[in-house]
């Protein structure tokens, strides 16, 4: 039965909102639709739009961080609230909230680190970064991008299979699968076209194929938000339709109780 608490409604209300503007943020790079950026976003990294030497790098660098630190309150307040499932009893639900813990700790880190170029657009930049002679930052921006996608697919596969063992948020119960599963393909798309990319053979649309990895975890992100809100509304004590409920549910205790006394 959900909790009556109002703070615990007040957590998961908490942990909705901060999803819903983390899957905001984390779509910034939808802004060069309108915004002239001068790279191919069928071909270019999305984490070019940050890089240094970009004009608008502090705007995405801004929105990447801000995604980042929501995900880690989301999770960290679910975690530490024993909120939206987040228990030890739960095993499914506690790996998923840890895990986009990470995804979230590992974004705002990538969002310090930028690429000092654009490898895909300049070919002194990749000239430069195959011969090694770019910042550190160029490496460890690769870490934190693989450790931000890790979390963020065992994430997906955690809270979307406790969405459906334990019959919590619908919108992940109903949908979840189907976005994991296209977002399994885009996650191999992208893979396969950086190792083509890095061994010299194009792009094979590396820009398109990240965007398309990255819209999907943002709906994943805006349905387990809805599904976590709908928990909220459910948990709330007060209401003409709560106190029926209460009243019928203690007079059928109280009913069975007196056929049960001798």
Known sequence: MPSRQPGHRTARTTVAVLLLLSAVAY???????VLSTGLDPVQAYISELAAEDQPLGGLFRATDLVAGLCLLAAAGTALATGQAGASRRNRWALVGWSALALFGAATAADSRLPLSCTPTSDEMCAARETAGLVPATHTAHAVTSSLAMCGALTALVAL???ARRYGWWPPVR??????LGAELLA???????IAAFQAGHG??????????QVLLVALWLGLLAAGVAMSARA?????????ATAATAAGATAATDDRRRP
């Open 27 to 33: 779509t910034a790079w939808v802004l060069e639709v």
């Open 160 to 162: 979307t299979v406790a």
């Open 174 to 179: 109903r949908f979840g699968p189907w976005l």
């Open 187 to 193: 996650t191999g798309w992208s893979l396969a076209a």
């Open 203 to 212: 792009t094979w649309a590396l820009g398109a194929g990240q965007r398309l």
């Open 235 to 243: 948990a709330a004590p007060d209401g003409p339709e709560a106190a």
